[in-house]
T-cell receptor
């Protein structure tokens, strides 16, 4: 039973434009959320996180928004760069355990 | 500094063979996790160690899967009598603390069972 869902398997965006990745969750016990980025043949690497007591966290070109009432979070990348082409995973913590979405493949076009 | 390393990076096993996958976490990291990632899916939790203690093995798919971390550092995931459905990437992650916190992932071992 998928508790974290990323309904868009892929996203194509032009270089310089905004990329918006979405994630929904069902478990109200989740209290901390992370985004991971993954290149082929490598492990996921941490990108940005947000606690459930906040609704926004920003780090350079990356901003994560959390809407607790809707059980929804999103990742904004502005401006998108070719090096951002990767698979992005949304993940949520319940205690020590991480639950992941299926991922969204982002392709940034020149 | 060194990150999480895993070996082998690729493993092909015939159905019925036993395999052992190794994980070297970041030095000093207390927590160690194993995940299984099927093609086109996100990582799925298998098991969790705090130092040498296996505190959660609820994600192990069957009793053919066994994990250990005897000295609280290196961990081994063993799969006995491999089946085709075991084909996946097995990811290891470690974290400094014991609760919420960034998990650092290794590159994974891609297991193919023929």
């Amino acid at each position: 039973d998928q508790q974290v869902k990323q309904n868009s398997p892929s996203l194509s965006v032009q270089e310089g434009r905004i990329s918006i990745l979405n994630c929904d969750y069902t478990n109200s016990m989740f209290d901390y959320f992370l985004w991971y980025k993954k290149y082929p043949a490598e492990g996921p690497t941490f990108l940005i996180s947000i606690s459930s007591i906040k609704d926004k966290n920003e780090d350079g070109r990356f901003t994560v928004f959390l809407n607790k009432s809707a059980k929804h979070l999103s990742l904004h990348i502005v401006p998108s760069q070719p090096g951002d082409s990767a698979v992005y995973f949304c993940a949520a913590f319940n205690d020590y355990k991480l639950s992941f979405g299926a991922g969204t493949t982002v392709t940034v076009r020149a | 500094g060194a990150g999480v390393s895993q070996s082998p990076r690729y493993k092909v096993a015939k159905r019925g063979q036993d395999v052992a996958l190794r994980c070297d976490p970041i030095s000093g990291h207390v927590s160690l996790f194993w995940y299984q990632q099927a093609l086109g899916q996100g990582p799925e939790f298998l098991t969790y160690f705090q130092n040498e203690a296996q505190l959660d093995k609820s994600g192990l798919p069957s009793d053919r899967f066994f994990a250990e971390r005897p000295e609280g550092s290196v961990s081994t995931l063993k799969i006995q009598r491999t089946q085709q459905e075991d084909s996946a990437v097995y990811l290891c992650a470690s974290s400094q603390g014991t609760g919420i916190g960034e998990q650092y992932f290794g590159p994974g071992t891609r297991l193919t069972v023929t």
